[in-house]
């Protein structure tokens, strides 16, 4: 099993599931993340999938740019 690419579903995650990911288990994606992930893309997302680092850094440098445009708001 592949897991879609995160450009392809980090945006339209939930708040949680953006939260499950960056939490304590990353890169180990938790379920309520892999369901969600399987609902955006189609894909059939494993129970053993993980981001790769170069995945983490991109959510959180897109968590950062949120969080910036809202401030400035």
């Known amino acids: 099993m592949t897991l879609p690419p995160i450009r392809e579903w980090w945006s ?5 599931a ?3 990911v960056l939490g304590e ?3 180990q994606l938790s379920e309520r993340a892999r369901a969600e992930i399987r609902t955006i893309t189609g894909a059939v997302v494993g129970m053993t999938e ?7 850094d991109y959510a959180r440098s ?3 740019s949120e969080i910036a445009d809202e401030d400035s708001d």
């Open 18 to 20: 953006r939260v499950d």
């Open 62 to 64: 897109e968590t950062r």
């Open 25 to 27: 288990s990353a890169p």
């Open 50 to 56: 993980t981001l790769s680092d170069e995945d983490l």
């Open 12 to 16: 339209e995650l939930s708040l949680e």
